[in-house]
Each structure stands twice: as structure tokens, then as C-alpha cells.
């Protein structure tokens, strides 16, 4: 039978293992995850069962938290040197036995160094991990069963359904929703890709409540921060299961759905009302589940080539009625989060004002597109949404966002310049898409005023 082995350290990462536990079990049921404290029976032989254990699982997600690597004994030597440290011996001998072993790094450490490692688990700091964080728990751990769904398909065909659910086959196989999505892309008509977006926003706006995000209300200058770190944390978890199957959609090109996808950020887009005891700080915010939306379409659509898609959304999609506002200005990045809250904000401390926004947009994009567009790729791909961003601004009027690649311009400017030329010049989608005008010396002028900004701010 396919299953899953939990492997951990006592005092690193029992909070992790304990959820991991419970969401797997959960979707592929208790007798395919094997966790030592709960699956070898009292009175059963420790180290035969937990061998005998693992040779009958598929997977084995190595927990990884702070104290990992350097975690030792009483004689204060360190366990992973041991030969006889479970945590080693189980790693090492799903390598021997085949398996496919996924290091879980926690809470934002570092991904391993071989340099760190003994010879025998060194190999584990070459095979691709994933993050789990206590903040966002309910994203990251969805996203690691839709994972395992797709690379072991047999863990959730072991066992016969027990009930009719939205993500079952007809023949009662249990799918990831990811899964599902996927393969509705793939169909000719496009209409289940449209069902499943649609209801996935609508469940989220469900949740967008004054009741539950209130407006009004005014807190002391020393309890504003955590408040509103509360509130956008609030909306990232809201939005993780719409931003996954967005990131998804338009990454794979479709021109079929760019209605959708602009329909969607116009839902987002609504304008609020304001009651007489609305705070300003908490109107602002209210735009974050749509920045985040925005956010996902244009970095999708970036790695994708989709260069006139970013202008369509950015340029061509609006709020209000009687003086729409682009979205390009209505979700500026300054407009969301002012930068005086931004640096306050508990765990974003120490950041510029002015980049710390966008470092937690790429934080919480990073999640999202895992295994979509993944490392380098993704990072390269923000960093150019963000660029083409404020080239568009910049044409448009006054300059109101920088995100974070601005920090970097005066070092490195040129190679990001060099990198996005091909869909500066006049025969590219962008700009026959009628961004700049169409003008490439529009775009050379938009330029210079984005190395002056950046001189300007972070020189």
C-alpha cells in the first residue's frame, strides 16, 4: 500500500509533523501516514515497526525547523553525526529503500547546505523541498496534498470514497482540486475552467464582510501594526485556494479565459462604501485581496509571455462608474499600505518602508506558485511584473509605486532593462497591445524617470 513517513525531531518540529499528520490523514486516510508516536502499538518493537514502516510508504517528508541541523545530545554531540539518530537513520534508509524523500523546511529557515550535512545525508540538500509556516499553515499545507496528490495518484485511489464530494470522480477516486483544475484546462470548451474560478471568488468574497474585516473602529498608534499584519494575514489565507487555481490558469497561455480573468479582478475591484466611522488605514487595506489577485495574473502572465494581458489588466480594467480609476492606479502599491505602517508592521520589521509591500508579495506569491513557476524563474518573473509595473505608472502620470527589484536598479538596472527589451520594442505584444502608446521612445523616456525615482528614494 502507498503511504507517506513522517519524519521529525522531537523539540523541532512536532507542531508540523502533528498538522501534517492530520491534513494527510485526513484526505488519504490514517493507515497511509505512518507518524511513530500514533502508528507503532504498545508494546511493539520501536525500531522494526518504524522500519518495516517506512519500507511500505511511497514518500518521506523530512520536517526540517531551526534546530535541525545543529540539535545535540547530552554529551553535546551533534545527533546527525550519530549513526544510531533516527532522524538520520530513517532519512537514509528511504534513500536505500527508493523512496521520494521532500525536506519541509519551517517557519522561513534556510534551505539545507551540503557543507552542513554528514556524507550520508547530503543528498538531502539537493532534493526539492517545500515550506510550511504556523502563519500560513492553512496555505502551504493544502498545497503539499496537492502535491502528493500528483506525484503519488495511487495514495488517493488506495481506498474506496466514503462519500460523494465536488472533487471526486465519478468512479469515486479522490482528486486534488488542483488536479481537477488542471485537467479542466486541458478540456476544448472552456466552461468548467470558468464554474470552478467563478465559485472559488465567490466563496471568497463571501468571506470579504464588514463583519468579519470591519472599517470602522480606531486603534492607538501602538496597536495599529500587529492589527493590520492580523487583517492582511487574514486576507492571504481568504485568498490562498483562488490564487492557487489563478496561478495555474493563466500560467498555462490560454487566451481563452483572459475574460475571466479580467471579470474576476473587476469583482475584486468593487468600490467600497464608507461609513461615516470608516478609518482610512482599514478602506486602504481592504484593496489587498485584489492587489494580491492582480499580482498572481500579472506574474503569470509575465512568465507566460503574456505581455498584453499585463496591460489589458493593469491599463484596460477600472473601478467606479462615473471617473473610473485604472486598476494600475487604484491599487498602488502606496494606496493599499501606506509605507509608515508597512515598516511597523511586526514581522516585516527592519524592511525599507517603501519595498516592504512588495517583499511580502513575494513572499506569499512564492507559495503560491510552487511548482507552477518555481524558483529562479518565479523570482525573475515577479521582479519583471514589478519593473513593467512602474514603466506603465510612470507613462500614465506620477510616479506612486517601487517595489523591491528598485532597490537594486543602481547596481544591476541594466541587466533588468536588457532582460525585458524584447517586450519594450515596438513590435512586441505590449506595446502593439497600445501600452506607451505603441512609442518606444515613450518607453526610453518612462525609463529615465524610473532611474530618477530610484536615485531619488534609495540612493
Known amino acids: 500500500?502507498?503511504?507517506?513517513?513522517?519524519?521529525?525531531?522531537?523539540?523541532?518540529?512536532?507542531?508540523?509533523?502533528?498538522?501534517?499528520?492530520?491534513?494527510?490523514?485526513?484526505?488519504?486516510?490514517?493507515?497511509?501516514?505512518?507518524?511513530?508516536?500514533?502508528?507503532?502499538?504498545?508494546g511493539e518493537d520501536f525500531s522494526r515497526e518504524i522500519l518495516s514502516g517506512l519500507r511500505r510508504?511511497?514518500?518521506?517528508?523530512?520536517?526540517?525547523?531551526?534546530?535541525?541541523?545543529?540539535?545535540?545530545?547530552?554529551?553535546?554531540?551533534?545527533?546527525?553525526?550519530?549513526?544510531?539518530?533516527?532522524v538520520r537513520r530513517e532519512i537514509t534508509e528511504a534513500f536505500q529503500c527508493g523512496l521520494r524523500v521532500i525536506p519541509v523546511l519551517m517557519d522561513g529557515i534556510d534551505p539545507l547546505a551540503e557543507a552542513d550535512l554528514p556524507d550520508a545525508l547530503k543528498r538531502l540538500a539537493r532534493c526539492q523541498y517545500l515550506r510550511i509556516h504556523h502563519r500560513s499553515d492553512d496555505l502551504d499545507l493544502p498545497r503539499l496534498v496537492d502535491e502528493l496528490v500528483e506525484l503519488v495518484p495511487e495514495l488517493v485511489t488506495a481506498r474506496p470514497a466514503p462519500?460523494?464530494?465536488?472533487?471526486?470522480?465519478?468512479?469515486?477516486?479522490?482528486?486534488?482540486?488542483?488536479?481537477?483544475?488542471?485537467?479542466?484546462?486541458?478540456?476544448?470548451?472552456?466552461?468548467?475552467?470558468?464554474?470552478?474560478?467563478?465559485?472559488?471568488?465567490?466563496?471568497?468574497?463571501?468571506?470579504?464582510?464588514?463583519?468579519?474585516?470591519?472599517?470602522?473602529?480606531?486603534?492607538?498608534?501602538?496597536?495599529?501594526?500587529?492589527?493590520?499584519?492580523?487583517?492582511?494575514?487574514?486576507?492571504?489565507?481568504?485568498?490562498?485556494?483562488?490564487?492557487?487555481?489563478?496561478?495555474?490558469?493563466?500560467?498555462?497561455?490560454?487566451?481563452?479565459?483572459?475574460?475571466?480573468?479580467?471579470?474576476?479582478?473587476?469583482?475584486?475591484?468593487?468600490?467600497?462604501?464608507?461609513?461615516r466611522g470608516a478609518q482610512d488605514v482599514w478602506v486602504n487595506a481592504a484593496a489587498y485581496p485584489a492587489l494580491l489577485l492582480v499580482y498572481v495574473i500579472g506574474v503569470a502572465a509575465v512568465a507566460s509571455g503574456r505581455d498584453d494581458l499585463v496591460h489589458r489588466l493593469l491599463c484596460r480594467t477600472s473601478v467606479g462608474d462615473?471617473?473610473?480609476?485604472?486598476?494600475?492606479?487604484?491599487?498602488?502599491?502606496?494606496?493599499?499600505?501606506?509605507?509608515?505602517?508597512?515598516?511597523?508592521?511586526?514581522?516585516?520589521?527592519?524592511?525599507?518602508?517603501?519595498?516592504?509591500?512588495?517583499?511580502?508579495?513575494?513572499?506569499?506569491?512564492?507559495?503560491?506558485?510552487?511548482?507552477?513557476v518555481d524558483g529562479s524563474a518565479f523570482e525573475w518573473a515577479f521582479a519583471d511584473y514589478e519593473f513593467l509595473r512602474s514603466l506603465l505608472e510612470l507613462h500614465d502620470g506620477a510616479f506612486s509605486s517601487l517595489g523591491e527589484f528598485a532597490v537594486r536598479l543602481d547596481q544591476a538596472g541594466d541587466v533588468i532593462y536588457e532582460r525585458n527589451l524584447a517586450r519594450l520594442n515596438a513590435d512586441s505584444a505590449l506595446l502593439r497591445a497600445g501600452a506607451f502608446d505603441g512609442d518606444p521612445e515613450k518607453v526610453a523616456a518612462a525609463w529615465r524617470e524610473l532611474r530618477q525615482a530610484t536615485q531619488a528614494r534609495y540612493s
Open 1 to 42: 500500500m502507498p503511504g507517506v513517513f513522517v519524519n521529525y525531531r522531537t523539540g523541532d518540529g512536532e507542531w508540523a509533523a502533528a498538522l501534517v499528520k492530520r491534513e494527510l490523514s485526513a484526505r488519504f486516510g490514517a493507515d497511509q501516514v505512518f507518524y511513530a508516536s500514533q502508528s507503532i502499538r504498545l
Open 57 to 86: 510508504c511511497e514518500v518521506l517528508l523530512a520536517l526540517i525547523g531551526p534546530r535541525w541541523v545543529g540539535a545535540v545530545d547530552r554529551e553535546g554531540v551533534r545527533r546527525l553525526d550519530k549513526a544510531d539518530d533516527w
Open 163 to 275: 462519500a460523494p464530494r465536488s472533487d471526486r470522480s465519478a468512479e469515486g477516486e479522490l482528486r486534488s482540486p488542483v488536479t481537477e483544475f488542471r485537467r479542466a484546462l486541458a478540456e476544448p470548451v472552456g466552461q468548467t475552467v470558468t464554474d470552478r474560478v467563478q465559485s472559488a471568488a465567490s466563496a471568497v468574497l463571501d468571506l470579504l464582510t464588514e463583519s468579519r474585516y470591519p472599517t470602522s473602529g480606531r486603534l492607538d498608534d501602538h496597536e495599529l501594526p500587529a492589527e493590520l499584519e492580523k487583517r492582511l494575514t487574514g486576507y492571504e489565507h481568504d485568498l490562498a485556494p483562488l490564487l492557487r487555481l489563478v496561478a495555474i490558469g493563466v500560467r498555462s497561455g490560454d487566451r481563452r479565459h483572459d475574460d475571466l480573468w479580467v471579470t474576476l479582478v473587476e469583482r475584486f475591484l468593487r468600490p467600497e462604501s464608507r461609513d
Open 322 to 372: 462615473e471617473r473610473p480609476v485604472p486598476a494600475l492606479r487604484a491599487l498602488a502599491l502606496r494606496n493599499v499600505v501606506d509605507p509608515r505602517h508597512a515598516a511597523a508592521l511586526p514581522s516585516w520589521a527592519g524592511m525599507p518602508p517603501h519595498q516592504a509591500l512588495s517583499v511580502q508579495l513575494r513572499q506569499v506569491l512564492s507559495r503560491v506558485f510552487f511548482n507552477v
